[in-house]
């Protein structure tokens, strides 16, 4: 079966731009995680979804990022006006219940801001 | 969340085992302890989790004291293709903020040569 993906792969960006991320995760899966992952370092959480519901965003830098998952399937994380600390890993993962820590990633979209 | 520290690097060779250990002195009765890998561009992969004793899988083995105030991963045999980074997680099953977000370290670049 398919795993979690994620689109587009690589972005690059001038700063000041837009950029959307998407993420399609596994069929069926309640729960829907976002991750940044600095260069050498372990990921770390930026927001979550139960369903359509964002149930915790305390992660999320600053308000220029915001994430949606309209439908509680395909989720949207997006990045006002990028700046050169933006440039991360973004990851998405996804899993069956809110209880669990088994969690599926997709491969991250790596955001380069010039 | 209880804090982890595990080695930053390990080196070995093809068909060793290979022994982790994270510490994790401030664990609360209700954490877990999960293991994930990263290879580079991609996603963490769950591998395994535990809560006390031992757990093993077809992947690898997790071996918890009694005092759970440690653990160590053992992955059996290793080859090239083990070469990745692992990272050692504790969280509360329970979580209540609506989902059991991960918090990552900066976790152990394993280095398996021939």
């Not at chain 1, 829907?32 to 927001?47: K, R, S, V």
């Not at chain 1, 990022?65 to 973004?90: C, H, M, N, W």
């Amino acid at each position: 079966g398919a795993g979690v993906s994620q689109s587009p792969r690589y972005k690059v960006a001038k700063r000041g731009q837009d950029v959307a991320l998407r993420c399609d995760p596994i069929s069926g899966h309640v729960s829907l995680f976002w991750y940044q992952q600095a260069l050498g370092q372990g990921p770390e959480f930026l927001t979550y979804f139960q369903n359509e519901a964002q149930l915790d965003k305390s992660g999320l830098p600053s308000d220029r990022f915001f994430a949606e998952r309209p439908e509680g399937s395909v989720s949207t994380l997006k990045i006002q006006r990028t700046q050169q600390e933006d440039s991360a890993v973004y990851l998405c993962a996804s899993s069956f219940d809110r209880q669990s820590y088994e969690q599926y990633f997709g491969p991250g979209t790596r955001l380069t801001v010039t | 969340l209880a804090k982890t520290t595990q080695p930053i690097s390990m080196d070995s060779y093809e068909g060793q085992e290979v022994n982790i250990t994270c510490s994790h002195n401030n664990i609360a009765t209700n954490d877990y302890i999960t293991w994930y890998q990263q290879f580079p561009s991609q996603g963490p992969r769950f591998i395994i989790q535990g809560y006390k004793t031992k757990v093993t899988n077809e992947v690898a083995s997790l071996f918890i004291p009694a005092d759970r105030k440690s653990s160590t991963l053992s992955l059996p045999r290793v080859s090239l293709s083990d070469t990745a980074v692992y990272y050692c997680l504790v969280g509360d099953a329970g979580y209540t903020g609506g989902g059991n977000k991960l918090t990552f370290g900066t976790g152990t670049q394993l280095k398996v040569e021939l």
